[in-house]
Every structure is written in structure tokens, then in C-alpha cells.
Nanobody
Framework: QVQLVESGGGLVQAGGSLRLSCAAS????????MGWFRQAPGKEREFVAG????????YYADSVKGRFTISRDNAKNTVYLQMNSLKPEDTAVYYC??????????????????WGQGTQVTVSS
């Protein structure tokens, strides 16, 4: 089973930036599309951004479009989320996970691997 380790979260003021990283163990990373999700207190986990296996296609939730950028480095088994112009409503625990194809993240298909511990992002107003 692949293990996911998210990092890079922290406390930032509104308008600031953070870069999250998610490292995956194992040798199958490049075989899957990767996605970022977040869960705010009292809310369900939601999809934020996804990237195709080779990185040529990306997809973003409307709430983060134009502010967040997802990227990946298959040689390092790592996916990144650059978050700019952060807002208090971006406050959440952020997680990454995989799926077979990029459209799977928005079709309701369950992500591929067990969830990691996530990384906390807190945006102050």
C-alpha cells in the first residue's frame, strides 16, 4: 500500500502564499493522476485540484481557480500545490491522493490509496 506524506502547511495572513508537498512511497506514482483535497472543520472533504499522470492536464475547483497551481515531479514521487492569494475560507487540512484518471476526481470515484495525515493550512484575516 502506498503511503502519502503531506507537508508545507502553516499559518499565513490573508493574501499570502504557501506551497504544499505530498510525497508518495512506492514505484507506481507515475501511473496515477494525483489530486489535492481539503477538509475544513465541520465540513466534508472536498476536491481542490487534480493533475494527470504525466502532468499535461490539470483541473481546479472553482473556489481556487486562478489562485492555486498543482504540479508534479514523477522522478521524486511528489505532487505540489502552490497556493497564492490565500483567503480565510481556504483554512483546512489538506490531503493528497491518487486516482486512475483525472476525471475520476470529480466523478465520485473513490481515491486510490489510504489517506495520509494531511497538513494544516490556517489563513488569518
Amino acid at each position: 500500500q502506498v503511503q502519502l506524506v503531506e507537508s508545507g502547511g502553516g499559518l499565513v495572513q490573508a493574501g499570502g502564499s504557501l506551497r504544499l508537498s505530498c510525497a508518495a512511497s512506492g514505484r507506481t506514482f507515475s501511473s496515477y493522476a494525483m489530486g489535492w483535497f481539503r477538509q475544513a472543520p465541520g465540513k466534508e472533504r472536498e476536491f481542490v485540484a487534480g493533475i494527470s499522470r504525466a502532468g499535461g492536464s490539470t483541473y481546479y475547483a472553482d473556489s481556487v481557480k486562478g489562485r492555486f497551481t498543482i504540479s508534479r515531479d514523477n522522478a521524486k514521487n511528489t505532487v505540489y500545490l502552490q497556493m497564492n492569494s490565500l483567503k480565510p475560507e481556504d483554512t483546512a487540512v489538506y490531503y493528497c491522493n491518487a486516482n486512475n484518471l483525472l476525471p475520476d476526481f470529480t466523478s465520485g470515484r473513490r481515491p486510490r490509496w489510504n489517506w495520509g495525515q494531511g497538513t494544516q493550512v490556517t489563513v488569518s484575516s
